[in-house]
């Protein structure tokens, strides 16, 4: 899968632990940034990820701030992005499973790194279950 992946400078040492992780799972990584602990403004990297998944060049998003709320309100302003803050393996599974999300956030100053990278597993190998939760999120996507 072609993944694009970004953070601000809270979610920076997270998202460099996940680079290799998200890798060795056999993915196809584009960093947009940011690249160092320097302050940015995460609604640019947010922009940077789901721009990628609206031209088609990415199939999924992850976005990684100190909260992750920052990045889920910015990927959510656009059209057809359905954009899951997560902090826990069940949720991330069922954002997949139930919502169709194409960009998972997290919050780098809530969870560690183990169980983000789990949680990337998991959301990663998870897939929609269509049907009625198709039929709903029908209901509020432009692309549906
Ligand atoms: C940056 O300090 C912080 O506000 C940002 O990483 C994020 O948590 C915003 O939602």
Redo the contacts with the bound molecule.
């Keep these: 899968m072609k993944i694009a992946i970004g953070s601000?400078?809270?979610?920076y040492d997270l998202k460099q632990e996940l680079i290799p992780f998200i890798q060795g799972l056999g993915h196809e990584l584009q960093d947009v940034g940011c690249h160092s602990r320097e302050s940015v403004d995460?609604p640019v990297q947010a922009s940077l990820v789901v721009e990628k998944i609206e031209t088609g060049e990415v199939d999924r998003g992850i976005l990684i701030?100190?909260?992750?709320?920052?990045?889920s309100m910015a990927a959510n302003r656009h059209r057809g992005i359905r954009a899951a803050l997560c902090h826990e393996i069940f949720t991330a599974r069922m954002s997949r499973a139930h919502n169709d999300a194409n960009v998972l956030c997290m919050?780098a100053?809530v969870i560690g790194s183990g169980l983000a990278k789990e949680m990337v597993r998991e959301w990663l190998q998870t897939e929609f279950e269509g049907n009625r939760h198709y039929r709903r999120i029908c209901m509020f996507s432009a692309e549906k």
Excluded: A, L, N, V
């Design positions: 601000d400078h809270g979610g995460y701030c100190g909260t992750g709320i920052g990045m919050g100053r």
